[in-house]
């Protein structure tokens, strides 16, 4: 896949962000950064502003500190135009860490992901379901 259609037209928002959804859940994050994400992304956390995919690829070896193997939920994505948001959760049994409150944003152009914004908070992992 590539950041255009069969058509040469580049993909829409939705598009990307289901392609990027579906690559994290696969946890294929080369294929992700490849075919989703622009090579000088902007990325926004409590971890600062970075830019690149280098950034991309440290900013999810964070969660997966908190995470490792964890079991996501992708609980909505919302897009308009070039913006998109997705709200997510997520839990590690292993870690007894879970995720409930996650959101990130995204614009989205000429087929890429050329900015993204990443919140989350961490909580000991209680019973109820993600």
């Known amino acids: 896949m590539n950041a255009d259609d069969k058509r040469g037209t580049p993909r829409g ?7 990027h959804l579906k690559c994290r859940q696969s946890g294929d994050l ?9 090579s000088d992304v902007a990325l926004l956390s409590a971890e600062g502003v970075h830019h690149g995919t280098e950034a991309v690829r440290a900013l999810a070896g964070v969660l997966r500190r ?14 308009r135009g070039e913006v998109g948001m997705l709200i997510w959760s ?41």
């Open 30 to 38: 080369d294929g992700d950064i490849r075919d989703n994400y622009h």
């Open 66 to 79: 908190y995470l490792p193997d964890g079991d996501y939920r992708y609980r909505q994505v919302l897009t």
């Open 13 to 19: 928002t939705r598009e990307v962000l289901e392609a």
């Open 90 to 130: 997520g839990r590690c049994a292993d870690t007894d860490t879970e995720v409930h409150d996650g959101v990130d944003s995204y614009v989205v152009h000429d087929g890429r992901i050329v900015a993204q914004t990443i919140h989350y908070a961490t909580a000991p992992l209680t019973e109820h379901p993600v």
